[in-house]
């Protein structure tokens, strides 16, 4: 799939912007501050109905955006996107004024028609590989957690509900255990009303459980294989799941089914339940699980060189490509953002050839050619951002 068009209404530093795009490899040249992360970001938003750097999603709104067409400041993104059947995107996300708001709402439109974010979700694919993304594997866990989230998302419809209702559940099941804590009920008191609750986090936390360690088992293999020609050392590369329903880490590629899953939920449950009605909230369950990365053996958060890290990082990103693209019949849009110029050229080398290989739709941002090699650049379509200029 690719975006053949894309328009822009107070998007960032974008005012007005209108832009055809090819399909097929483009470098997206401009100086720092110029607007290139931006544009990316508008095409991962069509994907994902969300920012990848913002903290809320208002911040895209412009500063300067005024009250229009009876709504509070938006922003909007509009975008063709050419695949099977074609779609028309429309995002808006308004900016609801007053001091210390901070909710931001949506309106969105698929082929004219209103539709819920969750509904838009896996309709376009994007792939987005920046620098925030060489923090995956020192980073946080809740990072860990949302690359894989966002990533099944985009390909099973059934994930992204099932983590909204999961996600739901641990929100009314904490505050009945903050409660049950604040009146400090014996927890066989608290535990009958819980049940309920418990027997839906098991549901839903065995669902995703399961689907998690389904996609890592596929990323691994195509990630392995990547890595190997990467590193050029033989090295596996092995993905872990460190689940908090389980003792000891879940090897993907042998990983026990759903009913199983639900049953080992099920039984951390009981195990934990008084810490759970002593310190008020879930404790154990997909969003506090944790996946770790390992080379020859040797976890790569505490241990590996950040040269080894990248190296993983570009794997997975690779392979990701390539999961959607056999899930879903189609190539995902590629961005690549600072990576010409956050990578060493060995590996950029690499990546770039990568994406020449796959025949997708790839932005590529730099702020100069040189460091961009005479290949791709011969390949490339171009856009300048300074073309844009009257746009800010
Ligand atoms: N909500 C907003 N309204 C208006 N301008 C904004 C908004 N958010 C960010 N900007 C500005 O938009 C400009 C472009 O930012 P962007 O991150 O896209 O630049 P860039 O070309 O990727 O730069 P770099 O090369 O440094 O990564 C910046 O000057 C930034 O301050
Ligand atoms: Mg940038």
Same mark, same amino acid.
């Given at each position: 799939?690719?975006?053949?068009?894309?328009?822009?209404?107070?998007?960032?530093?974008?005012?007005?912007?209108?832009?055809?795009?090819?399909?097929?490899?483009?470098?997206?040249?401009?100086?720092?501050?110029?607007?290139?992360?931006?544009?990316?970001?508008?095409?991962?938003?069509?994907?994902?109905?969300?920012?990848?750097?913002?903290?809320?999603?208002?911040?895209?709104?412009?500063?300067?955006?005024?009250?229009?067409?009876?709504?509070?400041?938006?922003?909007?993104?509009?975008?063709?996107?050419?695949?099977?059947?074609?779609?028309?995107?429309?995002?808006?996300?308004?900016?609801?004024?007053?001091?210390?708001?901070?909710?931001?709402?949506?309106?969105?439109?698929?082929?004219?028609?209103?539709?819920?974010?969750?509904?838009?979700?896996?309709?376009?694919?994007?792939?987005?590989?920046?620098?925030?993304?060489?923090?995956?594997?020192?980073?946080?866990?809740?990072?860990?957690?949302?690359?894989?989230?966002?990533?099944?998302?985009?390909?099973?419809?059934?994930?992204?509900?099932?983590?909204?209702?999961?996600?739901?559940?641990?929100?009314?099941?904490?505050?009945?255990?903050?409660?049950?804590?604040?009146?400090?009920?014996?927890? %066989?008191?608290?535990?009958?009303?819980?049940?309920?609750?418990?027997?839906?986090?098991?549901?839903?936390?065995?669902?995703?459980?399961?689907?998690?360690?389904?996609?890592?088992?596929?990323?691994?293999?195509?990630?392995?294989?990547?890595?190997?020609?990467?590193?050029?050392?033989?090295?596996?590369?092995?993905?872990?799941?460190?689940?908090?329903?389980?003792?000891?880490?879940?090897?993907?590629?042998?990983?026990?089914?759903?009913?199983?899953?639900?049953?080992?939920?099920?039984?951390?449950?009981?195990?934990?339940?008084?810490?759970?009605?002593?310190?008020?909230?879930?404790? %154990?369950?997909?969003?506090?699980?944790?996946?770790?990365?390992?080379?020859?053996?040797?976890?790569?958060?505490?241990?590996?060189?950040?040269?080894?890290?990248?190296?993983?990082?570009?794997?997975?990103?690779?392979?990701?490509?390539?999961?959607?693209?056999?899930?879903?019949?189609?190539?995902?849009?590629?961005?690549?953002?600072?990576?010409?110029?956050?990578?060493?050229?060995?590996?950029?080398?690499?990546?770039?050839?990568?994406?020449?290989?796959?025949?997708?739709?790839?932005?590529?941002?730099?702020?100069?050619?040189?460091?961009?090699?005479?290949?791709?650049?011969?390949?490339?379509?171009?856009?300048?951002?300074?073309?844009?200029?009257?746009?800010?």
């Amino acid at each position: 799939m690719y975006c053949s068009t894309l328009s822009l209404t107070n998007f960032r530093n974008y005012r007005r912007l209108d832009v055809t795009l090819p399909n097929g490899p483009i470098l997206v040249l401009g100086g720092n501050a110029s607007g290139k992360t931006s544009l990316l970001e508008a095409i991962y938003f069509l994907a994902t109905t969300r920012s990848h750097r913002a903290g809320s999603d208002r911040e895209v709104v412009h500063w300067h955006a005024q009250p229009e067409y009876g709504l509070p400041p938006f922003a909007r993104i509009a975008a063709h996107v050419h695949k099977r059947g074609g779609l028309d995107v429309e995002i808006i996300v308004m900016r609801d004024g007053g001091e210390g708001v901070t909710t931001t709402r949506k309106r969105i439109r698929v082929n004219d028609r209103p539709r819920r974010a969750i509904d838009l979700i896996g309709q376009v694919n994007a792939v987005m590989f920046g620098p925030q993304d060489l923090d995956l594997i020192v980073g946080p866990p809740t990072l860990r957690r949302r690359y894989l989230d966002i990533t099944i998302s985009q390909i099973d419809p059934h994930y992204v509900r099932t983590l909204q209702m999961y996600q739901r559940v641990v929100l009314q099941r904490n505050s009945l255990l903050k409660s049950a804590s604040d009146r400090g009920l014996r927890p %066989s008191g608290a535990a009958d009303q819980l049940l309920y609750w418990d027997e839906e986090l098991v549901r839903h936390g065995a669902y995703l459980l399961a689907r998690r360690l389904e996609a890592l088992a596929q990323l691994n293999t195509i990630a392995d294989a990547l890595h190997r020609r990467l590193a050029g050392t033989g090295e596996p590369l092995e993905l872990r799941y460190r689940s908090t329903v389980n003792d000891g880490d879940l090897l993907p590629s042998e990983a026990p089914g759903e009913e199983a899953l639900a049953e080992a939920f099920g039984r951390r449950l009981e195990q934990r339940r008084s810490d759970e009605l002593r310190r008020g909230m879930t404790l %154990s369950g997909p969003h506090r699980d944790d996946v770790l990365f390992l080379v020859g053996g040797v976890d790569m958060a505490p241990y590996g060189s950040r040269g080894q890290q990248r190296s993983v990082i570009l794997a997975l990103k690779l392979a990701e490509v390539d999961l959607m693209l056999d899930a879903t019949g189609e190539m995902p849009i590629l961005l690549l953002d600072d990576v010409v110029s956050e990578l060493d050229p060995e590996r950029r080398r690499y990546l770039l050839e990568a994406v020449l290989e796959r025949r997708q739709q790839v932005l590529v941002t730099a702020t100069d050619l040189v460091p961009v090699g005479r290949e791709f650049l011969s390949r490339a379509s171009l856009l300048e951002t300074s073309s844009w200029k009257d746009c800010a």
